[in-house]
């Protein structure tokens, strides 16, 4: 079973910047294609940024295009979403999901293992 753990939340002013972090264990890390959705308020969770097996391939949603970028590093089995010029609208639960896929996914039922989010607030 593969558990996955996001860190790196916070209360931060608008403008700032947060890393977060999506430690795994339990799986083959390499081989799982991963992303990270959010969910705010009131709000359907939205996908924000996807990365292959690989890291060599990336996709974004527009509002996450240069501010944001998704990598990961297999020997540490940890994916990363580096956010920078955090804006009010950015807050939200942020969700880090595996896909047993090498393949893209953009919606959040192809995915097969969550973790518990970590939350994200960013003050005007």
């Known amino acids: 079973q593969v558990q996955l753990v996001e860190s790196g939340g916070g209360l931060v002013q608008a403008g700032a910047s947060l890393r977060l972090s999506c430690a795994a264990s339990?799986?083959?890390?390499?081989?799982?294609?991963m992303a990270w959705f959010r969910q705010a308020p009131g709000k359907e969770r939205e996908l924000v940024a996807i990365?292959?097996?690989?890291?060599?391939?990336?996709f974004y949603e527009n509002f996450a295009k240069g501010r944001f970028t998704i990598f990961r590093d297999n020997a540490k089995n940890t994916m990363y979403l580096q956010m920078n010029s955090l804006r009010p609208e950015d807050t939200a639960v942020y969700y880090c999901?595996?896909?047993?896929?090498?393949?893209?996914?953009?919606?959040?039922?192809?995915?097969?293992?969550w973790g518990q989010g970590t939350q994200v607030t960013v003050s005007s």
């Open positions: 990365i292959k097996w690989n890291g060599e391939n990336t």
């Open positions: 339990g799986g083959t890390f390499s081989s799982y294609s």
């Open positions: 999901a595996a896909r047993e896929s090498r393949d893209y996914a953009y919606i959040s039922t192809a995915y097969d293992y």
